[in-house]
């Protein structure tokens, strides 16, 4: 199984990004999905995930400013990121899991956004 995610990079505050995560070797539209990230000096922090059949929920942290979504048809799920502030810098891995706990992780992309 891999989980390839991309789309990071240096934004300014208040600019938008959208991450995407390619999954192969696995059954995509059998698998719940999420976002999660690391910021220097923290722990991991789940963002978003979205069920097998679309439906999505947040953390309330992004709540309102970031949207997940997932394309079956070509294995991807996405992160539309709004709004932007310094906070969010961080590593963003998307993970994969069929029942309670994430089972396969991506190996992240860095998103740095600067004041």
């Known amino acids: 199984v891999q989980l390839q995610a991309s789309g990071g990079g240096l934004v300014q505050t208040g600019d938008s990004l959208r991450l995407s995560c390619a999954a192969s070797?696995?059954?995509?539209?059998?698998?719940?999905m999420g976002w999660f990230r690391r910021g220097p000096g923290k722990e991991r922090e789940f963002l978003a995930g979205i069920t097998r059949t679309g439906g999505p929920y947040y953390a309330d942290s992004v709540k309102g400013r970031f949207t997940i979504s997932r394309d079956n048809a070509k294995n991807t799920v996405y992160l539309q990121m709004n709004s932007l502030k310094p906070e969010d810098t961080a590593s963003y891995y998307c993970?994969?899991?069929?029942?309670?706990?994430?089972?396969?992780w991506g190996q992240g992309t860095q998103v740095t956004v600067s004041s």
């Open positions: 993970a994969a899991k069929q029942s309670s706990n994430y089972n396969y």
């Open positions: 070797g696995l059954t995509f539209s059998s698998y719940i």
